[in-house]
């Protein structure tokens, strides 16, 4: 049996920010953030909105794609960093606003987690007879980032992305293949301190900022590229083919300077290349689905066409997967 997305949504603030308006907080220009990152502008919510009103709208427009409602969804996977609070899991919020009562958790696996809830959903639907199962990245990265540290604060977006994915005949979609790992031992180059049960969150470790994203932005570059080229190189010989045969490569859109450094290595041109960062920077979770469902929608993606997906970031995770582009 294949596994197809027989839909898709997206989800994104209103509320934009701009390199000029980062200009008037940080000592940053515009020109430096474009050079060095390719990114213009990001996303941010509002008061109203957070990962799960976010979640919840990908969602549905996700369930009318596929042209089914809340009752059909047999499962739901939300890939978040960014969780709606500790307790409970995102899911409970979005399966409340949905009017699921199926089963869900929250997948945190960073900016690998759609390819991890991707690989899971593909998964259940093999082994469980379930017939839809929903997965969805989820974040709103702008509330957990320092406004003062201008290593991270140029960088991260909100905005969520869903798919349902279903069983799928010869001819319809199939996850052809795929990757993922983690080297824990780097845990220390992309987090957030405070908060959790290492060290839970005290008035000290507010005052240190220690609730706000930290990175090692140099050293998390230079494993990035290394690790989606090989991850890549794994999920294409599971697939048994190789980068010449993808149509589309959607890589993580955490800079601009990766993703071409990654796709020239692989051998990709850039024009297969999806990038959307210029306007909604690093979204996490939800990067890669977004660019895919933007990809589709504009209609540059097309039935038959094969996919090639990689995500890397804090674990430091990686997961790749390739699929090829079809309703069941
Ligand atoms: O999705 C999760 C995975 N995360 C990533 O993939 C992030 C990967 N890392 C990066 O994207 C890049 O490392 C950054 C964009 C974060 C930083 O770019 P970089 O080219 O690695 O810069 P750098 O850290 O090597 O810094 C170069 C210089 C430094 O100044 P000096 O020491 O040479 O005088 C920094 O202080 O640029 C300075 N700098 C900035 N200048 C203006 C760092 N950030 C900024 C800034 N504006 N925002």
């Not at 049996?1 to 940053?28: C, F, H, S």
């Not at 709606?84 to 409970?92: C, K, L």
């Not at 990809?295 to 970031?313: C, H, P, T, Y």
Request: charged share 20%; proline share 4%; net charge negative.
């Amino acid at each position: 049996m294949q596994v197809a997305i027989a839909g898709w949504g997206t989800a994104l603030p209103k509320g934009r920010i701009t390199n000029t308006d980062l200009e008037a907080r940080v000592e940053t220009s515009d020109e430096w953030i474009v050079e060095r990152t390719g990114i213009r502008e990001r996303r941010i919510a509002g008061e109203d909105e957070s990962t799960a009103t976010l979640a919840t709208a990908a969602g549905r427009a996700a369930l009318e794609s596929a042209g089914i409602t809340a009752a059909d969804v047999d499962f739901m996977v939300i890939a978040t960093a960014t969780p709606e609070q500790p307790i409970p899991h995102t899911g409970a919020f979005v399966g409340d606003a949905l009017g699921l009562t199926c089963g869900s958790f929250d997948m945190n696996v960073g900016c690998a987690g759609f390819i991890y809830g991707l690989v899971t959903g593909s998964s259940w639907l093999v082994t469980s007879g379930y017939r839809n199962v929903l997965v969805i990245g989820a974040e709103t990265l702008t509330r957990v980032v320092d406004p003062r540290d201008r290593g991270t604060c140029i960088l991260f977006g909100d905005g969520a992305a869903a798919v349902v994915l279903q069983p799928s005949g010869p001819d319809g979609g199939a996850v052809l293949g795929w990757d993922m790992g983690v080297d824990g031992s780097a845990h220390g180059l992309i987090g957030i301190p405070a908060g959790g049960s290492r060290l839970p969150a005290t008035p000290d470790t507010i005052d240190d900022g220690l609730q706000f994203i930290k990175m090692q932005g140099q050293e998390v570059f230079r494993r990035a590229v290394r690790a989606v080229v090989s991850s890549v190189e794994r999920a294409l010989e599971r697939a048994g083919i190789t980068a010449d045969d993808v149509d589309w490569f959607i890589p993580h859109q955490a800079n601009l300077r990766i993703i071409e450094a990654a796709a020239q290595r692989l051998g990709i041109d850039p024009d297969r290349t999806i990038v959307n960062i210029e306007w909604f920077g690093n979204t996490s979770a939800a990067s890669i689905p977004l660019a895919m469902a933007q990809a589709a929608d504009a209609g540059r993606i097309r039935d038959g066409d094969v996919i090639l997906m990689s995500g890397f970031g804090a674990g430091m995770a990686w997961g790749s997967a390739v699929v090829r582009w079809g309703r069941p």
